[in-house]
């Protein structure tokens, strides 16, 4: 089973919002192996320059050394046909373009995209992981 995070699911989880528990069990999950979680390193930059808005730069900076060291997230870095699939999904529907690589990595392997995001209901057919 895979499934997709977005930017909505992880500041949840790092600022320690009611979404915690359920994204420490889809991690906890990962980590055994029970499941495939996977970001797009839009969505990772994404929560990198709110982290460092909100906490500083030393946050944000200690964030993407965990997503690459002990975070048990497959980090997807864009392909162009990714980003052209994005720009459609964006000109589309009323997301943000950063939720649009979300929506798109979800749909592109087959996967449920774990978000609270209330624009991304907006998406028919999209498969979502509910923390809202």
């Not at 990772?44 to 997230?73: C, K, N, T, W």
């Amino acid at each position: 089973m895979r499934k997709v995070l977005d930017a909505w699911a992880i500041l949840a989880w790092l600022e320690g919002q009611a979404a915690r528990p359920a994204v420490d069990a889809l991690l906890e999950s990962a980590s055994r192996g029970d499941i495939e979680v996977y970001m797009n390193m839009i969505n990772a930059g994404e929560v990198y320059y709110q982290l460092a808005r909100r906490r500083g730069m030393d946050q944000a900076e200690e964030f993407l050394e965990d997503l690459d060291s002990s975070l048990p997230i497959k980090t997807i870095v864009p392909s162009r046909a990714l980003i052209i699939k994005a720009a459609q999904t964006k000109s589309k529907y009323p997301v943000s373009y950063a939720d649009a690589f979300a929506v798109e990595t979800a749909v592109g392997l087959s996967a449920a995209l774990v978000t609270g995001d209330p624009e991304l209901r907006a998406i028919p057919g999209l498969k979502l992981e509910w923390l809202g």
